[in-house]
């Protein structure tokens, strides 16, 4: 009689989770990385289409409006004369910071009140924002 059992012995098993720890050690960081880039990319994205999807309602509505920040530039919140439409939050380790533009104003037709610079921090590295006068053009320069 033979006996035909199939399977894996015990050594192969060991190989096999060993090799996948050590792809695990080596993938992780690297993934985690590209993680928290692609998430101050994108929170960038969405600051600056706030900017301007806030002169676009100042232009639909003929309104003056702003944008605010709070908790040390790491939260930011648009307003239409004193209604709150927005708040949103840049992710840990961003922040916004400006001597010059503490806050971003539209008149009613949409021309941006104060041009300036300000700098967006990141873990990544830093962002300069360029306002410019009238219909507000917003240049990011890293």
Do not use: C
Not at 77 to 103: D, N, Q, W
Not at 106 to 111: A, E, L, R, S, T
Not at 117 to 124: E, S
């Amino acid at each position: 009689m033979r006996n035909s059992e199939s399977g894996f012995t015990f050594l192969e098993m060991l190989l096999v989770l060993s090799i996948m720890a050590i792809l695990t050690v080596i993938i992780l960081p690297v993934g985690d990385r590209w993680i928290k880039e692609t998430t101050e990319q994108e929170a960038l994205q969405a600051f600056v289409v706030a900017i301007y999807d806030l002169q676009a309602y100042s232009m639909a509505h003929n309104i003056a409006t702003r944008l605010e920040f709070k908790n040390a530039g790491t939260e930011y919140i648009t307003y239409a004369s004193a209604r709150e439409l927005a708040r949103s939050s840049f992710p840990e380790g961003m922040r916004y910071e400006s001597s010059a533009v503490t806050k971003i104003e539209f008149q009613g037709n949409g021309d941006i009140k104060k041009s300036g610079t300000a700098t967006v921090f990141a873990k990544r590295g830093n962002f300069d924002i360029r306002f410019q006068f009238l219909r507000g053009r917003v240049i990011v320069y890293e």
